[in-house]
């Protein structure tokens, strides 16, 4: 959630952001009803005085010996207007906050401006994608052909946008996540956690995926929802709490199955496993002082792209345009895999720094030891990476001319087994 006293403090600043997402003019409208909010909090605040200055002046008169009957009138009367206060107090602060909660996150200055992923920036590549001296092809051809990847079967039994992985694709799933946990683990100082799959409304909330996109996640008939991934339940961990400052930056990480209704990709990525319902992802969490933030941001990001250079998979890092990055989000770097099935590079992680927009909806604060003030952390997340899509790379950039796979090296341990290929 946005910071109003900084809306209020510097004029402009909201529309000048919200017009580089792409969402211009809502300045005027959350300046009004947080004043509104104010005027009908107020009023409510002294029909509240009048009524306990009578109270007292009546307690006086009973004191002395008086009849205080008419007191007694003013606070009955009162009584009914207080309460039709109340319910207008309510409406209006109801009102204010749901037109801040569709308010995305104000972009970084370090941004690039644009409408789209045609303005994103590539800051960095790492490798040239291998020539082949056959003619590539993609993950759901493979995995078919080596009997291991079934998607029919899948929509037989839970519908569209579901796969069956066997034998040594499922391993090379099971594979990449123990791979990635133990770097980011035992390397990357992230404390590994087991999560709640299934999360409340306060929850989903907190990290700004309700109520905006509540028809892209799957609701159960308790009112929870399934995780779209792991970052809204490690990001809520400190919900509610005051830290101190000398135990940030706190970072966590999970292995979670994720599961996404995909509602606003109809038509998208039908063929194969790049858009699932259900799909398997390791999640890094940090949570920091604001000072910290920046450099943390940056960290991250190198801890997902070691996962792709220890599997020698080509990539690029590309700064997210103003109007591509996600509602939370102040500023976010997108790694992307070449997938020479497609011919194409893809989205394999994003790593996002938040700012105080997640923090002010959960209420995490830490105790600065400078100011001696409470003040909100900032929240960092990010892939670190979605294993599905890193079987599709390794699938895609690592087959043979006679459609087998080779196992990339430092996978090898994790097999159990001396096995170098798939087929």
């Not at 499922?170 to 770097?183: G, K, Q, V």
């Not at 105080?356 to 001696?372: D, H, L, V």
Request: hydrophobic share 35%; proline share 4%.
């Amino acid at each position: 959630m946005i910071d109003i006293s900084f809306v209020k403090a510097n004029p402009g600043s909201l529309d000048d952001a919200m017009k580089k997402r792409g969402k211009p003019g809502v300045e005027a409208e959350v300046l009004k009803a947080e004043q509104d909010s104010r005027l009908q909090q107020t009023k409510l605040q002294q029909l509240l005085e009048k009524r306990n200055s009578i109270t007292e002046e009546f307690a006086k008169c009973k004191a002395a010996g008086g009849d205080g009957s008419d007191l007694s009138s003013q606070v009955s009367a009162l009584r009914k207007e207080i309460q039709e206060q109340t319910e207008r107090s309510n409406q209006a602060k109801s009102d204010y906050i749901k037109i801040l909660e569709t308010i995305p996150n104000i972009p970084s200055e370090e941004c690039p401006v644009g409408p789209d992923e045609d303005s994103n920036l590539e800051v960095r590549r790492f490798n040239t994608p291998k020539e082949f001296d056959f003619d590539p092809i993609e993950h759901y051809e493979l995995g078919a052909n080596l009997g291991m990847m079934d998607f029919e079967r899948a929509v037989k039994i839970a519908g569209a946008r579901f796969v069956l992985l066997f034998s040594d694709l499922a391993r090379l799933e099971r594979s990449l996540a123990n791979f990635m946990l133990d770097i980011h683990t035992k390397e990357h100082g992230y404390t590994e956690v087991y999560v709640p799959l299934i999360l409340g409304q306060n929850a989903m909330y907190g990290v700004g995926q309700l109520p905006k996109f509540e028809e892209d996640v799957f609701k159960t008939t308790m009112g929870s929802y399934l995780i779209p991934t792991s970052e809204a339940s490690l990001t809520n961990i400190h919900g509610d709490e005051l830290l101190q400052e000398n135990v940030l930056p706190i970072r966590y990480t999970a292995y979670t199955p994720c599961f996404r209704s995909e509602a606003g990709a109809a038509g998208r990525d039908t063929a194969g496993m790049l858009r699932q319902h259900q799909f398997g992802k390791v999640e890094m969490v940090s949570i920091t002082t604001p000072g910290q933030a920046i450099e943390e941001h940056e960290r991250m990001t190198a801890c997902a792209e070691e996962i792709l250079k220890r599997l020698d998979l080509p990539f690029r890092t590309v700064v997210l345009s103003t109007g591509d990055m996600g509602f939370a989000s102040e500023k976010t770097y997108d790694l992307e895999v070449w997938l020479p099935g497609q011919k194409r590079y893809r989205e394999i992680s994003s790593c996002s720094r938040c700012g105080t927009f997640q923090a002010r909806r959960m209420n995490t604060r830490f105790k600065c030891t400078s100011s001696k003030k409470n003040e909100f952390v900032h929240t960092l997340n990010g892939s670190g990476i979605a294993v599905g899509r890193c079987l599709i790379a390794i699938l895609e950039n690592y087959q043979q001319s006679d459609g087998s796979i080779v196992i990339p090296d430092k996978l090898i341990p994790y097999f159990g087994s001396k096995q170098v290929a798939i087929c």
